[in-house]
């Protein structure tokens, strides 16, 4: 079993709907979680923590369910500059050695105008 | 910008040679992370360094090495390439804060090796 699965996609939405992608991941022992957004060809840049009390940045609401191990990503109003590549991150760190982060494949999005 | 740097930024190299990349971390912080990510996958944890040594390492051969310098600056380096290192290099910067956890990372450019 993948330690994170993601639905690759590519999902296809029209501009200013909203879309949502979930991931889930098999490290009980995971303690912290992210998403992260990549361009084509470029870095991966953080687009959010996320928690289990659930966090909101502008469009971007994200979920933690610790009990079932499962994390989404919300996108309300989605823009064309959303297009791009969204990584389901988690970091099993637990002080006895670096684990690294722990990398879905990543779900690509299309926002079609 | 995240102020993480990485060079070169593209490279090509023949199989069996050697290859050094380098990663300048941001400031203030003391950990680097190096990943590598073939076309089409996530990204996939090498090794992490922090205090000029290896704090934890991925499912990667030992052909893989690396340096972390006084600066916080870091190495990675693959002896007797194979086809399958063609990838992006990323090393990613962060904080180790108490307990030995690691504060959020955040990558530099890349850089973009190709083995012929």
């Known amino acids: 079993r993948k330690e994170v699965e993601q639905d690759p996609g590519p999902f296809n939405v029209p501009e200013g709907a909203t879309v949502a992608f979930n991931c889930t991941y098999s490290?009980?022992?995971?303690?912290?979680f992210f998403w992260y957004r990549q361009d084509c060809r470029k870095e991966p840049k953080l687009l959010m923590s996320v928690y289990s009390s659930g966090n909101e940045d502008g469009r971007f609401t994200a979920q933690l369910n610790r009990a079932s191990q499962y994390i989404s990503l919300l996108i309300r109003d989605s823009k064309l500059s959303d297009s791009a590549t969204y990584l389901c991150?988690?970091?099993?760190?637990?002080?006895?050695?670096?684990?690294?982060?722990?990398f879905g494949k990543g779900t690509h999005l299309i926002i079609q105008p | 910008e995240t102020g993480v740097t990485q060079s070169p930024t593209h490279l090509i190299k023949t199989r069996g040679q050697q290859v050094t990349l380098r990663c300048s971390s941001q400031s203030g912080h003391n950990t680097v992370s190096w990943y590598q990510q073939a076309l089409g996958q996530g990204p996939q944890f090498i090794f992490q360094?922090?205090?000029?040594?290896?704090?934890g390492r991925g499912n990667f051969p030992p052909r893989f090495s690396g340096l972390q310098f006084p600066n916080y600056s870091s190495e990675l380096n693959v002896n007797a390439l194979e086809l399958d290192d063609s990838a992006l290099y990323l090393c990613a910067s962060s904080l180790m804060v108490a307990g030995g956890l690691t504060d959020t990372q955040y990558f530099g450019p890349g850089t973009r090796l190709t083995v012929l």
């Open positions: 991150v988690v970091n099993a760190d637990s002080g006895g050695g670096a684990d690294g982060l722990t």
């Open positions: 490290n009980s022992a995971s303690q912290s």
């Open positions: 360094y922090y205090r000029e040594e290896e704090n």
